[in-house]
């Protein structure tokens, strides 16, 4: 059951993964948007789950960095508009 419960959040990432890609790449939504940056989060850290989980450090190193990088964005564009 729990290994079930891993991979659904490893598929339900990369899927967020690539909507947040398509999303961008079609010009739906901005790089820096809160909607593209929050997929981001989310799919970063169901990975980052998922990978610790199959201990696949390498991508789960990828996938915080990410994650960082999300926050990291989202930071600025908050204090920007603050």
Known sequence: M?????DILG???TILFLIAYGL????????????YQGI??????FLIINTL???AYPSAGL????????????GRRWW???
């Open 24 to 35: 961008v790449s079609t010009k739906k939504v901005e790089g820096d948007s809160i909607i």
């Open 2 to 6: 729990e290994k079930s419960i891993i």
């Open 63 to 74: 996938n915080f960095a990410w994650v960082g990088i999300a926050f990291f964005t989202l």
């Open 40 to 45: 981001n989060v989310l799919a970063g850290v």
């Open 53 to 55: 989980y199959l201990k």
């Open 11 to 13: 598929w339900t990432g």
């Open 80 to 82: 920007q508009n603050k």
